[in-house]
């Protein structure tokens, strides 16, 4: 899929553009500059064909403490495009800024497109042709915000992939061609040799065998490029887990997501709340594709104004829960499990999550060296969580990059017991331990495997209102005993014999 990078000044309406071209508020928007702190990527389609998109950070002031971060990801978006979107704002004028993203685009060598942003009216329409004569004359007139000729960004875009769909369709036939070829003769060299070959055969029959062997390869090549489109739909097809890295703020989920990654994808700054839009990054571990999504930090209720920007970004947060598969729940080791960190975690095992607890900075907990060593600390923080002591637990530093393969293994083997379907006889098997239970005994208990993600139980009894709480745990000890299931919750349904689950 063709990838476009959208990127200008700071506060352009690149955020706004995105969202428009997406169809939906992937990227947060806000009045104040510089609200996207990461490279937000999502799929927009034309209607011709879909595109990568690549939401950007934008470019500032060198006095800017981001400026450096800033550049670093707007650049990289730049390299991965393939077609470069860059977005002007007319009620700025043309700036210094906006000159060096002109030159850094053009410079770059990639497609683009220039944008003037912000046209809401027939007088701007004037000013942008005056203004921004520097881009030529093929630049398109926008208005973001009241998505006025954005159709006509998909124009361009569709025009420019075309362009780059025939070169790259005819550069691969080319050159299948002729390495085919290649092979084809070095076959032939190496049963003879050069002087036997022009011994036994003229010119002419040379000549006839080369437009042989050239027809073959063409008939080879088709064959090859269905082979292709049938391995790519089944990669396309294949499962991605999709992780999200919540926690509180500056506990370093971005930090975290960069050391797995072995580049800084993220975002990392001493501020609290670098964060702001929850970004999804694809990732592949041992033959297994993820999708790692970082998102905002969480933050006590108390403490979020409900009208600013954190409250859309934590908003980000709580969806990213939502629609994950596993969280790795990151802890700042320094300090300890907080009230706000069992809160998450709550809310995690509520909604019926895979989940990983990454303690992370353990970095500075090693240079302290703890009485008792690491695993004796990591058992005391461990006691402040003992209400999700099925999910895994793992010491990391995103620093020294401590624990990483450790963590990604807890995460697919989370995503394993998540999706983990029992047989008839596992079901049989843990029957016969209930029946054996003295709160069972005059219950007649059956036990029947609902669903996965996650693993949700059926139990039938006769007095279900006799059934505890604490009781329905022992039943998820058993399981757990006999089946594992570390990693995921285990939801539970009682019902009386005969009543509809």
């Not at 042989?212 to 088709?222: G, N």
């Not at 960069?258 to 033959?287: K, M, S």
């Not at 709580?318 to 300890?336: K, Q, R, Y």
């Not at 709160?439 to 006769?462: A, D, E, G, H």
């Amino acid at each position: 899929m063709i990838k476009v990078a959208i990127v200008g000044r700071v506060n352009t309406g690149k955020s706004t553009l995105f969202n428009d071209l997406v169809g939906s508020s992937v990227s947060i928007t806000w009045k104040e500059p510089g609200t996207t702190r990461d490279v937000v990527e999502a799929i927009a389609h034309s209607k011709k064909r879909s595109y990568v998109l690549m939401d950007t950070a934008g470019y500032t002031f060198e006095d800017d403490p981001m400026y450096e971060i800033f550049k670093a990801q707007s650049d990289r978006a730049i390299e991965e495009s393939d077609i470069v979107i860059a977005v002007f704002d007319v009620k700025s004028g043309f700036t210094d800024i906006d000159d060096m993203v002109r030159k850094k685009v053009i410079r770059s060598g990639k497609p683009f497109i220039f944008v003037v942003n912000k046209v809401d009216s027939k007088n701007l329409e004037l000013l942008a042709f005056s203004e921004f004569s520097q881009l030529g004359k093929n630049f398109i007139t926008v208005s973001a915000l009241h998505k006025k000729n954005i159709e006509k960004i998909f124009e361009e875009l569709d025009k420019i992939a075309d362009e780059l769909e025939k070169e790259k369709s005819e550069k691969a036939d080319y050159d299948l061609e002729e390495e085919a070829f290649d092979i084809k003769m070095q076959e032939i060299l190496s049963i003879q040799s050069l002087k036997e070959l022009e011994r036994k055969i003229d010119e002419e029959r040379e000549k006839e065998i080369q437009s042989a062997f050239r027809r073959e390869i063409l008939k080879e090549s088709e064959e090859v490029e269905e082979t292709y489109k049938e391995l790519y739909e089944k990669k396309e097809k294949r499962e991605k887990i999709r992780i999200s890295f919540v926690g509180r703020p500056n506990v370093g989920k971005s930090s975290l997501i960069n050391a797995i990654l072995g580049y800084e994808r993220c975002v990392v700054y001493h501020e609290p709340g670098t964060t702001r839009d929850a970004i999804r990054i694809p990732f592949r571990f041992n033959n297994t594709d993820f999708i790692l999504v970082d998102t905002p930090g969480l933050r006590k209720k108390s403490k979020i104004d409900v009208e600013g920007l954190e409250f859309k970004s934590v908003g980000r947060s709580l969806t990213a829960i939502f629609v994950s598969d596993v969280c790795v729940l990151v802890i700042d080791s320094a300090e300890g499990v907080t009230h706000q960190d069992k809160a998450i975690a709550g809310l995690i095992e509520r909604r019926g999550r895979g989940l990983v607890v990454a303690f992370n900075k353990i970095d500075i907990i090693k240079e302290l060296k703890p009485a008792g060593g690491i695993g004796t600390f990591v058992s005391a923080l461990k006691t402040s969580l003992k209400f999700i002591k099925w999910a895994y637990f793992i010491p990391v530093s995103a620093k020294t990059k401590y624990g990483i393969d450790g963590l990604l293994s807890a995460i697919k083997s989370s995503y394993q017991s998540w999706t983990k379907k029992l047989k008839p006889s596992q079901l049989l098997k843990i029957r016969e331990r209930l029946v054996q239970l003295d709160f069972m005994r005059n219950q007649s208990p059956k036990i029947f495997q609902l669903t996965v993600k996650p693993p949700t139980f059926l139990v039938y009894v006769n007095e279900p209102e006799n059934l505890r709480k604490y009781q329905v745990k022992h039943i998820e000890k058993i399981i757990r005993q006999l089946y594992g299931f570390y990693g995921s919750p285990i939801h539970f349904r009682v019902k009386r014999h005969g009543e509809p689950y």
